[in-house]
């Protein structure tokens, strides 16, 4: 997850999902063939967002279960903990892009999974 600080705030990176344009996702993605965690982490981010980051620390993993077509699947996450660098590209995946900060998440629709990432994150970071 992408983070920065502006004003005296850490903000968060967030896109719109794929499926509901009305709901923030944290930028993820499925590993590909000969990639690591961490690459796939770093390339989510450019094809979702549009960003450049580094990577500053590995925050864990988060496993859940999601229904997809009546069944259920369970994804295991793994969290990293990213700087942002710079803008690389605009809305490469016609997604809207946007950084928020712990307040503003509040009035955002998102899943409870991302609301549990952030709070973490945001906790390590003010800490």
Known sequence: MV??????KIEFLLVTSNSNRERWVIPAGHVE????????ALREVTEEAGVEAVVVSEIGSLNYVWRRENQKVRIE?????????KKVAANPEGRQVGFFDYEQLKNL???????????????????
């Open 33 to 40: 063939d000969g990639e690591t965690f961490l690459e796939t």
């Open 3 to 8: 983070f920065r600080r502006e004003n005296g």
């Open 109 to 127: 629709k998102m899943w409870d999974e991302s609301r549990t990432i952030l709070k973490k994150a945001f906790e390590l970071l003010s800490g």
């Open 77 to 85: 996450t793994y969290l990293y903990l990213m700087r942002y660098l």
